[in-house]
């Protein structure tokens, strides 16, 4: 047990004090050393959310939700939203593709902590680059109607390890 005291003042240091909470709960919890192998297991699973905000200033009027039924898949939300309408970054993040193609127009993806990817699609114009660090917050487009839509739109999409995941977000 004391071994691994110093190991776990590490994990404190570099991912948070809640994960590491959890780990000494889990010390407490088991009569026996922890293994490393349960201390990555609890780590893996504590650090895996990335708390998104809406990335509108109003992300009431979602005109497609998140749909895995769908033929083919709807793998984000879209809100209905007027051309020129501010895109803020949901989380801290880097933008990783500021790009456009015929079906998603103009189009941005930024990477996030823990392997998690956004993608904003239907743009107007992008107000960021690639490599550039942004912050929570930040405005990184506007929105529009490029691409394969039937109205302005943004389409919004979240994804852990390149997977469509069920975008959620705090207002
Ligand atoms: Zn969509």
Redesign the pocket.
Known sequence: MDMSTPKLIDVETKIGPSIYEGIVMLNRLSFAKISTITVLTALSLSAQAVDFNCPLTDCSNI??PYNQERKPS?????FAVPVGSEVFAPADGVIKIVSQSHSAGQYIVMSHKNSYETLY??LQNSLVEVGQKVKSGQVIAKTGATGI?TGP?L???VRKNNQPQEPSFAH
Not at 74 to 78: A, E, T
């Open positions: 005109s497609a709807h793998n984000g939300i879209d699609l239907h839509v739109v389409h919004w999409e």
